[in-house]
Nanobody, 124 residues
Framework: QVQLVESGGGLVQAGGSLRLSCAAS????????MGWFRQAPGKEREFVAA????????YYEDSVKGRFTISRNNAKNTVSLQMNSLKPEDTAVYYC?????????????????WGRGTQVTVSS
């Protein structure tokens, strides 16, 4: 069983930055692909970013490319999402997710484990 706990959300003005972190309670964190997803009010949850087990392969949703950076520290069992140049449309609950799969890691059904989410609110 993998437990994921997100932190770092909050309220920020447009153009500002936030760094989300996800701590994983698991013995072999390096055995999991990790992803970040978000759900805005009234919308379905969507993919934001994903990183492979080693960190060598990274994917981003088009609207966050160049603004968000996903990274992981396998020694500390953490995955992070650095969010810069935030926009009001980035407002959402952000979820950390973990998967034992190595493929299709941009897709929600690939992920077996999910955190409870952390709220990010960007004011205009």
């Amino acid at each position: 069983q993998v437990q994921l706990v997100e932190s770092g959300g909050g309220l920020v003005q447009a153009g500002g930055s936030l760094r989300l972190s996800c701590a994983a309670s698991v013995r072999t964190f390096s055995g999991y692909s990790m992803g970040w997803f978000r759900q805005a009010p009234g919308k379905e949850r969507e993919f934001v970013a994903a990183i492979s087990r080693s960190g060598a392969t990274i994917y981003y949703e088009d609207s966050v490319k160049g603004r968000f950076t996903i990274s992981r520290n396998n020694a500390k069992n953490t995955v992070s999402l650095q969010m810069n140049s935030l926009k009001p449309e980035d407002t959402a609950v952000y979820y950390c997710a973990g998967s034992s799969a190595t493929y299709r890691i941009t897709l929600q059904p690939t992920y077996e484990y999910w955190g409870r989410g952390t709220q990010v609110t960007v004011s205009s």
